[in-house]
């Protein structure tokens, strides 16, 4: 956990002297254009890497009545017997997060075990996430002149609540309490701290990191967004613009530089849960064991013999010994 | 690959959006920034240029709660000079074009304040 936290916050001191030091290409340009391509490649690589890998056993995971005799019901999304109920489980499982609400909490009161439903952690995770689209979505008023007619209905919705100038994005504070409550459950559950990792806490700090220098870009430190603007669109038309970078405070580079951490490091890491969540086994099969027979792609071929090759070998002797043939030879007929 | 019909139709979706900033842009202009107008007949605003570029949103905000809230009219500047606090008799008496100042970057940028649901704006010398 210090490790990590002592990770991001280097990588932050780096980018920030980086940007005092006359570093501001590289970090600026360089960077991000490897960035992306080592995002993009990497993404589509650990895909099809994962597209390749064959499936020996039907193992969907199931949480209710599976299809069976026409008066039980059964339950179409938590144990889909078909297709269609494949694809609504897999399209509630990225969009609601089903299977997080089911999270439990086990706890001993008194003599007795008790289990309570417990849904922050599905909560928290669905904030996080939406608030981390929401937060992408509006960022492309910087991707695009005249900017996209969504990022002002989304920018619209989000700054609704009207506090203040420059208008607050409900985003910006949602995001880090959700991470904060994501963070602190990996310190303070004593089960979960137990089984976190580096590469656990590392991408949580980054885009905390992430987050926080965007917000105080935003509402304290205080960017000249027209000029971040001219220099975003001159990196996109592959004509980076040095006379307007030099003119952008050094929180941009700080910010700029946690984001091409974090698109370098997703293909490689857990947040690769992204694009894997649409290639689980148990998450995209149906559970039709007893309709079709599901053949694991890496046995070897088997090798039938049919009674009809059987008796065309045999078939002179068997005649001969008095046994049926299907077939009699060809000199007896 | 397994499932090919689904992973690549996939991936090349994700592909196209993550993308988009960079063929969104191939037929667009080179982007130079907002150009706004500023006042032939002033040279200098209440504040210096870089704090009313990063702050004038904040000192408007100040200014509605001030004048409205608390009924102080007048603003102290940084130099000593006393300005009423008001949106249409202090800063549109010289920005005198709401389209051709405010909107620029405003628009540019995607930033849409909710001084004009009160405000009339002006429109210069149309």
Known sequence: MIISLLAVIALGILAWMGSMMGFQYVLAVCLPYTAVIVFLVGFAWRIIDWAKRPVPFSIPTTGGQQKSLPWIKPATLDNPSNSKGVWGRMILEVLMFRSLFRNTNVSIEGDRVVYWSSKFLWLFALIFHYSFLIIFVRHFRFFAEPVPFFVNAIEMFDGILQIGAPRL??????????????IGRRLFNQKVRYISLLSDYFPLFLIFGLCATGVAMRYFLKVDIATVKVFVMSLLHFAPDTAALAKIGSIFYVHMFFLTVLLMYFPFSKLMHAGGVFLSPTRNMANDTRMKLHVNPWNPEKVYRTYEEYENEFRVPMFEAGLPVVKKPEDKE | MYNSKYVISGLVIFLAVFSYPFWGNLASKDYNGPKLSLPADQKQCIEPVEFMRAEHMTLLNQWRDSALRDGKRVYVASNGATWEASLQKTCMSCHTNKAEFCDTCHLENAVEPYCWTCHVPPKGNE
């Open chain 1, 169 to 182: 994005y409900m985003t910006g504070p949602l995001i880090l309490v959700a991470l904060a409550y994501l």
